[in-house]
């Protein structure tokens, strides 16, 4: 049985995992804002669909390019990505270090 | 007569002709921008004096250094007997979600305040390619997510230069707004719930949604992958077609990128609207609105003159030899807004995973312990509340624990939508329609503040439109009228997949049947201001 | 006390496939050595707006690779979105394939020393893109993308291996098998196979499946023996002494020879699956995956098995000789074009061809030197034509001048003298100047024979052929 409503404690857990954080005013904001969205998307669960329906993750049968050939072509100018960065050191992108973490994966 | 007042297919004309120069076009289009739109949207606005009040302010950043160049590149060609390219010398806006390399691209959102990427869009690329001159970035909803443009963390947001007090439309309000107050004929826009259509509806212009695939995202800022569309918006049907004609096309770089071949929307426009069936359809003259506490679905009436237009559009359609076909179910239109808050979320918050601070953009300037705080951070003071709302809904749904019943059923039931559609167009079919015409919004320009803290309400303004991105087929927004209070009215066609010369010819057929209408001589406020005509 | 307890490994390893460009963008696919930041592009440091535009050669290789696994190639597979943050992946995301991968099923035959064969089930085989390195430097962390968005197939196995050995073993053939039929370098230093080991124990006899500990960061076969080895033994301590195995997982210190634990496994992230949109479904005709199947080469083991039925060779022999797939293919060309004998062309090539291949450090392939050159070069000597010292010596001459054998025998007078008239006057020579070595071997020391053989290839600079100078001595000393 699936909540029916976003407690604080779950809104918390999900600001966390999505690598946010926010202050009183926003969380419950969001949070209400959040509880309406799944209040609107619930009739979704009652739409009554037969077995073969299929997913559509495109509305259209895409009909797109094949896969490319194997051939290098090395972007002009690599220097400009590492010139947008925040902070670098020589040619590293750099970030502070990870502390432990109990839950990632790789 | 001044260039602002002229459409992008008569500019290009007199260009190519060497009856106008680019420069001239170019200078008299910025003269209005300075005339209408007030200063640009920026991080740290002053405030607002009652006269910037009133300004229309469609952009976050003028590139007028850039149109300049491309102005003086026309001129060349033009001297040196090359072919200047079918845009030459047309200004067009870009909306602010695409990639131009020589300008900052910002999302509206802080987190790219300062973002130069160093490749352009293939779309923009193609219009510079066809001699358009760029001049600037439209404003719009942050990451374009609303549908008003109010969200944008540039301020102050554009405004609807038909009433100023009332918005533009989102996401692509800026670029209706532009092109509504003659700032450029042309923008880009992109669609993903009625981004393009829904503005251009508000601000009283004509804005495409192309086929999924028709146009490439390669170099668009992607909010739903399986749902955004680059498109065209203009002042006429006929300036639509020559812009989506420069923008279709298969490109290599865009896998999902249509290899259909294009044909030629302008040779197609006036063969006319005799014989072709038009459909109406119950499910599109009343919105199905939920409770937000209950979940309970109601019906909601919509504005009344937009089913008044709807009648009288057909009415018109049908004297000119269109045969209507009333009645046409589409029963699965009601479930358009809840499958999208769960399709576009769950991609949305996967696409701004990779707005981190570490490789470009905005990173906080607060000393962080490590590595997570500083995602934490800089995410949380670089995105405004859309986006924060839409990684949170977007995370939940498509949880393991709840994907399937979210994410999975939201997919079927998108094949359930996309089935009506196909019913109504297939040609063996019961209605055999070639386009299906419905009101491109529930009502016209809400005001400033009235709808932006319900985000609820906030996306149901795309229930009209949420259907074509969903189904993948294409659709069009052209004016109809103003209502009582002077705001526009927008109605819409739906074609079948690929057939955007169908509705563009149907449009076209309307639109020159009422080009004397009264509605039509009626000037924008913005523009009454500048006196500009 | 091993025997009380069985040892439960399963193996997952990520292969780097050799393609010329990285599998969704035309950056080079490898780039080792290279300065960090150069060869990156907007899509694989993730910049806003890009896409992901797949290679057609990660999907070939990828689809050769299952099938020489034995595993069923899916018509139509899917990428998806595997959704966490981490420095070293630009998108916040890594495309891979979920639930509908490339490859089903599968199995590999490894041969065990004592003659014993483990079958090895493969769970998992997909295709995904590599993420990018990260460094510590001052407490800071350095990353460099070079890497990201490198073509990898990950294969998971069953818990199948039951102890280092077996997954040592295994780790040989898999890497065998990706040189043989060219998806991989497969150089673990280089980190084009890498592999973490799941290690768990149970009572012999039982099927039951405990809870496993995972070990990282081995980076060679060697350590991976070591690695399994310890983790094991020090799970059946732990039994033994009453404790409980709890999922961690394990960071092997090649130095230092131990493991390390580094976080507890307990929760499993949510990486919110999904269907990349930017992407279409990986589609391989009928034809195309028939034409991929029948053109699969004879693997090494069974080409092993047939070296020695059908070449007599031995075991070790044939096991050299299919230890790498150009030289293979190779010695079968030089048996094809030769008339000797298999074993006699096994040992010129497991020693002086060998020896040529490793001092110019070229594979087989690499050679000037073709097959045609070398079965010309065993028949001549084998005919007498050329001393065996000449036909060693031809081997580094054809290779570095790259003429024909028989050219530079011409060229350089390097024919034995074979001329039974030539080789009696240099005998007559030999002999008449050495009269007291004459009177020596006459009255009984039948060993100078050898030295006089000597002196005639001395005055000859080695071009007598020996075989019948010696016959042609014993007849003309016994006057």
């Known amino acids: 049985m699936l909540p029916e409503k976003i407690t604080r404690e779950m809104f918390d857990k999900l600001v966390s995992l999505a690598a946010l954080e926010l202050d009183e005013e926003e969380s419950e904001y969001l949070r209400t804002e959040l509880n309406h969205q799944l209040a609107a998307v619930k009739e979704l669960s009652e739409i009554p669909i037969d077995e073969d329906i299929a997913p559509s993750l495109h509305g259209i049968d895409c009909q797109g390019n094949p896969p490319r050939p194997d051939e290098w072509q090395p972007f002009p100018d690599p220097d400009a990505i590492l010139a947008l960065a925040p902070e670098t050191r020589g040619r590293y992108f750099v970030v502070p270090e990870i502390a432990q973490l109990s839950q990632e994966g790789k | 007569m001044n260039s602002t007042a002229l459409s992008a297919l008569e500019i290009a004309r007199r260009v190519r002709a060497g009856e106008l120069s680019a420069s001239q076009v170019l200078e008299e289009h910025l003269a209005q921008i300075t005339a209408v739109d007030g200063i640009s949207g920026q991080l740290d606005p002053p405030a607002l004096t009652p006269l910037e009040e009133q300004k229309v302010h469609a952009f976050i950043q003028v590139t007028a250094d850039l149109a300049r160049l491309q102005a003086e590149q026309v001129e060349a060609k033009l001297t040196h007997g090359e072919d200047p390219g079918p845009l030459a010398g047309v200004p067009v806006s870009i909306k602010d979600i695409f990639c131009v390399q020589g300008t900052t691209t910002t999302a509206g959102s802080r987190i790219l305040y300062n973002f130069r990427p160093p490749y352009t869009a293939t779309t923009v690329a193609r219009l510079e390619q066809a001699g358009a001159l760029i001049l600037g970035k439209t404003n719009l909803d942050e990451f374009t997510y609303g549908s008003s443009s109010e969200s944008s963390a540039f301020q102050p947001h554009p405004n609807n230069p038909w009433n100023t007090q009332h918005v533009t439309g989102g996401s692509s309000g800026g670029s209706a707004a532009a092109v509504a107050a003659h700032e450029t004929p042309l923008s880009l826009g992109t669609d993903t719930g009625g981004s393009i259509r829904q503005p251009s509806a508000f601000c009283g212009v004509v804005g495409l949604k192309p086929t999924y695939g028709r146009t490439s995202r390669y170099g668009l800022i992607a909010f739903g992958s399986s749902l955004d569309c680059p498109g065209p918006l203009a002042r006429t049907v006929s300036d639509a077609a020559l812009m989506l004609q420069v923008l279709a096309g298969n490109d290599p770089k865009d896998s999902t990128s249509a290899i259909q071949p294009v044909p030629d929307y302008l040779a197609a426009l006036a063969e006319g609207v005799r014989g072709l069936r038009i459909g109406i359809s119950p499910d599109y003259d009343h919105i199905a609105y939920p409770d937000t506490k209950t979940g309970e679905m109601g019906i909601q009436a919509i504005q009344p003159e937009m089913n008044q237009a709807v009648r009288e559009v057909a009415q018109v359609l049908a004297s000119l030899g269109a045969e209507i076909v009333e009645n046409v179910p589409m029963p699965n239109a009601r479930h358009g807004i809840p499958t999208y808050f769960v399709i576009s979320r769950v991609e949305a918050a996967s696409n701004l995973h990779r707005f981190d601070g570490v490789k470009y953009g905005y990173r906080t300037q607060k000393p962080v312990q490590d590595l997570t705080e500083l995602y934490r951070v800089t995410r949380a003071e670089g995105f405004g509340l859309q986006p924060k709302l839409r990684i949170l809904m977007g995370m939940y749904v498509s949880a393991a624990a709840h994907s399937a019943h979210y994410y999975q059923k939201a997919l079927r039931v998108r094949s359930l939508i996309r089935a009506d559609f196909e019913r109504a167009f297939d040609s063996s079919g019961p209605y055999r329609l070639d386009a299906l015409l419905t009101p491109t919004t529930p009502t016209t320009a809400f005001r400033r503040k009235e709808v932006l803290g319900d985000s609820v309400l906030m996306q149901y303004s795309d229930q009209m439109t949420v259907g074509a991105n969903h189904a993948g087929i294409p659709a069009i927004s052209i004016p109809a009228g103003l209502d009582p209070q002077g705001l526009p009215i927008g109605v819409q066609f739906f074609g079948n997949d690929f057939r955007e010369d169908l509705i563009l010819r149907v449009a076209y057929a309307y639109e020159q049947a009422t080009l004397q209408a009264e509605w039509r001589q009626v000037i924008p406020q913005a523009l009454r201001a500048a006196e500009v005509k | ?479």
Not at chain 3, 285 to 305: D, G, N, V
């Open chain 3, 1 to 479: 006390m091993m025997t009380k307890y069985e040892i439960v490994v399963g193996l997952e390893t990520h292969i780097q496939l050799n393609t010329e460009t990285k599998i969704f963008c035309s950056c080079k696919a490898d780039s080792w050595g290279a300065e960090p930041n150069t060869n990156i592009c907007p899509v694989c440091s993730g910049l806003p707006g890009v896409l992901p535009v797949l290679n057609a050669e990660a999907v070939h290789k990828g689809a050769l690779l299952a099938s020489a696994m034995h595993a069923e190639i899916n018509p139509i597979s899917y990428f998806d979105r595997k959704n966490y943050f981490y420095p070293d992946l630009p998108k916040g995301y890594q495309i891979t394939q979920f639930d509908e991968p490339i490859g089903k099923g599968g199995y590999l035959d490894v041969h065990m020393p004592d003659g014993s064969t483990r079958r090895v089930n493969i769970h998992k085989l997909h295709l995904e893109e590599d993420a990018g390195k990260t460094i510590i430097e001052a407490g800071q962390r350095l990353v460099d993308f070079n890497r990201c968005g490198v073509p990898l197939v990950e294969m998971v196995t069953e818990p199948d291996l039951h102890s280092g050995e077996e997954a040592a073993q295994y780790l040989t053939e898999l890497r065998q098998l990706l040189r043989w039929i060219g998806v991989s370098e497969a150089d673990m230093e280089r980190g084009h196979l890498r592999c973490d080991a799941n290690v768990s124990i149970r009572e012999a006899g039982s099927t039951m499946l405990n809870t496993k500990t995972e070990i990282k960061n081995m980076n060679s076969i060697e350590s991976i023996r070591q690695a399994i080895t310890l983790e094991a033994q020090r799970q059946i301590e732990a039994v033994e002494a009453g404790q409980r195995v709890e999922s961690y997982t394990l960071d092997w210190d090649a130095d230092t020879g131990t493991l390390r634990k580094m976080r507890s496994k307990e929760t499993e992230a949510d990486y919110r699956y999904f269907r990349e949109p930017d992407l279409l479904p990986v589609v391989l005709s009928a034809e195309e995956i028939t034409r991929i199947q029948t053109t699969l080469p004879e693997l090494p083991y069974a080409r092993k098995m047939r070296f020695i039925e059908e070449y007599q060779l031995s075991a070790y022999d044939a096991d050299i000789l299919t230890s790498e797939r150009s030289l293979s293919d190779y010695y079968e060309e030089t048996v094809r074009l030769s008339g000797a004998a298999p074993k006699t062309i096994s040992n010129w090539m497991m020693n002086d061809l060998t020896r040529l291949m490793n001092d110019l450090d070229k594979s087989a392939a690499e050679l000037r030197l073709r097959p045609a050159d070398l079965a010309k070069i065993i028949g001549l000597v084998e005919n007498s034509k050329i001393s065996p010292a000449t036909g060693k010596a031809l081997l580094k001459k054809v290779e570095e001048s790259g003429r024909k054998p028989s050219e530079i025998v011409t060229a350089e007078g390097l024919s034995l003298i074979g001329d039974e008239d030539a080789l009696r006057s240099q005998i007559e020579a030999v002999l008449s100047e050495s009269p007291s070595e004459v009177a020596s071997y006459k009255s009984g020391k039948e060993s100078l024979l050898g030295w006089f053989v000597g002196q005639v290839m001395r005055r000859t600079g080695g071009k007598a052929d020996p075989k019948r100078t010696r016959e042609l001595l014993l007849e003309m000393l016994k006057q």
